[in-house]
C-alpha cells in the first residue's frame, strides 16, 4: 500500500520561505514521478509541480516559476518542495502524489494527508 506522508508546513511572513517534505513508502520510490499540489480556501486543487523518477525533468506551474524547486532524493524516498519568496497567494493546504509519469501525475490515485501553509501580509 502506497503511503505519503507530508511535512514542513507552517505559518510564515510574506518574502519568506519554507520547505516541505514528502516521505513515500509501499512501492519501488525511484521508479515513478512525484508531484506537490495545493488546495487554497474556497478553490480547486491546482498543480504545483511534479518531477520525474529520476529528477531529470521537472515541471512548474507557471505562479511558482523562480520561486518553488521541486527535487527528490531516491536514497531516502522523498520528494522536497523548497518554496521561496512567499506571497499571501501561496497560502493552501499542500499535497504531494506519486504516478507513472509527469503526464499522469495530474490523476493520481495516491495522494498524502497534506501539510498547512500559512502566509501572512
Known amino acids: 500500500q502506497v503511503q505519503l506522508v507530508e511535512s514542513g508546513g507552517g505559518l510564515v511572513q510574506a518574502g519568506g520561505s519554507l520547505r516541505l517534505s514528502c516521505e513515500a513508502s509501499?512501492?519501488?520510490?525511484?521508479?515513478?514521478?512525484m508531484g506537490w499540489f495545493r488546495r487554497a480556501p474556497g478553490k480547486e486543487r491546482e498543480f504545483v509541480a511534479a518531477?520525474?523518477?529520476?529528477?531529470?525533468?521537472?515541471n512548474y506551474a507557471d505562479s511558482v516559476k523562480g520561486r518553488f524547486t521541486i527535487s527528490r532524493d531516491n536514497a531516502k524516498n522523498t520528494v522536497y518542495l523548497q518554496m521561496n519568496s512567499l506571497k499571501p497567494e501561496d497560502t493552501a493546504v499542500y499535497y504531494c502524489?506519486?504516478?507513472?509519469?509527469?503526464?499522469?501525475?495530474?490523476?493520481?490515485?495516491?495522494w498524502g494527508q497534506g501539510t498547512q501553509v500559512a502566509v501572512s501580509s
Open positions: 502524489a506519486t504516478d507513472t509519469s509527469l503526464t499522469t501525475i495530474y490523476h493520481s490515485r495516491y
Open positions: 509501499g512501492r519501488t520510490f525511484n521508479s515513478y514521478a
Open positions: 518531477i520525474s523518477w529520476n529528477g531529470g525533468s521537472t
